[in-house]
């Protein structure tokens, strides 16, 4: 089947699931429009704000869509072949993934806006609260170290596909300034939109072609921004910081919508490239049941290193930290949680299809995001001519970099969520204490540590994401069971993924503690891996017990 087939194929699947399994996972969850939601009953202006759907639904994707979707389908692609990792993300995404969100960002809703932490705490008990707690801040801190120094890492390397031509520019100094000029261009959008409301039309139309000319004004400005990777690793923890504590109308919601459109246009371009460039598949459908080094074998790699393409546990995390306290109306709960994560597989069908219509020596010794770059890069060149090939792939990289950021400063405003609920303190010196743990962690590893290192991380971040999808699953199906509705659809994925994920990490534990040579990284991420199955199995313990005693309550 060729390239344009499979795309074809895989965008009639997703529109379906919308439609159908989607709209019937929304009559399970009694999705109601007319219930009144958090962001009116606690309307702060900083944290809930009511926002209009098609203005969330940007914000929230670009959330979602970071480099996971990207990398994941890559590596696995490189792995085991690209037929493996495709059934995964098109099966896993329409009854897993999707399903994952939507009912997270439900029953956030229905518990005041509260964190999957919080929630778990209210349905499974305190105790498994505090340890869903500490399990989501071991992920967040591995999202943030491997997020991080992926996105320093492009804005010092230049592509490899630059390598040898004659610029006039500083292409990773180009991409680092596209995305210094796209944040500066966020904030003022936020500005413009809360002290001028214009029209949202008229917003789009000023704001979303100034941050396409950021990508041009980068290539004269690219010089201003060559610094180190550990310097840009610092910089890019105190941006988080800054954001985390920033009004939500000030930089996430503006930040999110243009990046939005970001990811729109990668989509687009993609859309391009798969169908109307002309390329053949060059890579093998399967690869093999183990492809060695740091993935090992397909059973149960596969479904970990592909983490946000199919199913994700940090999706969770957004939809019960920020999404939930925007929404304006529960009739938005499915579009938002459930087709945003089907748009997400198809960004994660675009990296896919970039590898697969590349050959081995085209791919050898480069990263995820370069490949990714790269390819975004060719498929601009079918509209702007290969003579501007040095700007196509500043503008791949430069959107590769927008969505880590997104996640970046997400997951740094998610910890400080999770710190604030555990203490119990609110206002702004409690924000900023927060925050300051929440980086500080990341920054110390970042700055010990090697560059290029967030490899080490990945197999590891994954298997926590795809581990905290399970527990979020199994807090779900214990709200649904309590509130006598169906559970088969949120029970059978979270026994799959539980079982794929402990496996992973158990293979992991055994792994890094055999490669460890005193406290270096294998150490502690055979150490890590050990306390996020310690943790997850107080989790299922404590959600058996509510079970039963749920049931004798019942049958008394």
Known sequence: MSLPSLA????????????????????????????????????????????????????????????????????????????????????????????????????????EAGSIA??????????????VMAFISIALVYIIVAFAD???????????????????????????????FFLGISLLMGVVQRYLNPPLWLLTLLFVPATLGAVWAATYASHWFTFDAKTWALLIMGYCGLASVAPVWLLLQPRGYLGGF???GALGLGVIGIFFGGYEIAQPAFRGWHSGGATGSLLPFLFVTIACGACSGFHGLVCSGTTSKQIDRESHLHPIGYGAMLAE????????????????????????????????????????????????????????????????????????????????????????????????????ILWHGDEGGWLRFWTLFGASNQLLAALTLLTITLWLYRARRRIAFTLLPMLFVLVVTFWALAELVVANFKASKGF????????????????AIYVVLAALKQVRRERRTTSL
């Open 262 to 264: 970001v990811l729109y």
């Open 150 to 180: 992926i996105t320093a890492a492009s804005f010092v390397a230049a592509p490899e596909e630059l390598a040898g031509r004659a610029l006039d520019f500083h292409p990773g100094g180009a991409v680092a300034a596209a995305s210094v």
């Open 345 to 444: 597989a198809f960004v994660a069908f675009v990296a896919l299809a970039i590898v697969m219509i590349a050959s081995d020596a085209q791919l050898a010794g480069l990263k995820p995001g370069t490949i990714y770059g790269n390819g975004i890069g060719e498929f601009l060149t079918l509209l702007i001519g290969r003579e501007n090939l040095g700007f196509a792939i500043t503008f791949g990289a430069m959107a590769f970099s927008t969505f880590v950021f997104d996640t970046l400063d997400v997951s740094t405003r998610l910890g400080r969520y999770l710190l604030q609920e555990l203490s119990g303190r609110k206002g702004f010196a409690a924000s900023a204490a927060a925050t300051l743990v929440m980086i500080g962690v990341p920054a110390l």
């Open 8 to 111: 074809l194929v895989f965008l009639v699947l997703i529109a379906l699931a919308y439609r159908f399994y989607g709209g019937w996972v929304a009559r399970q969850l009694a999705v109601d429009p007319s219930r009144v939601t958090p962001a009116h009953r606690q309307s702060d202006g900083v944290d809930f704000v009511p926002t209009p759907p098609f203005y969330l639904f940007a914000q929230h994707f670009s959330a979602i869509a970071a480099a996971g979707p990207i990398a994941g389908p890559i590596l696995a692609a490189q792995s085991f072949g690209w037929l493996p990792a495709l059934l995964w993300i098109g099966l896993g995404v329409v009854l897993i993934g999707a399903v994952h969100d939507f009912a997270s960002l439900t029953a956030s809703v229905r518990h």
């Open 520 to 535: 270096d990284i294998a150490f502690f991420n055979a150490a890590a891996s050990l306390a996020l199955l310690g943790l």
């Open 118 to 131: 919080d929630i778990a705490g209210r349905q499974l008990g305190r105790g498994a609260g505090l340890a």
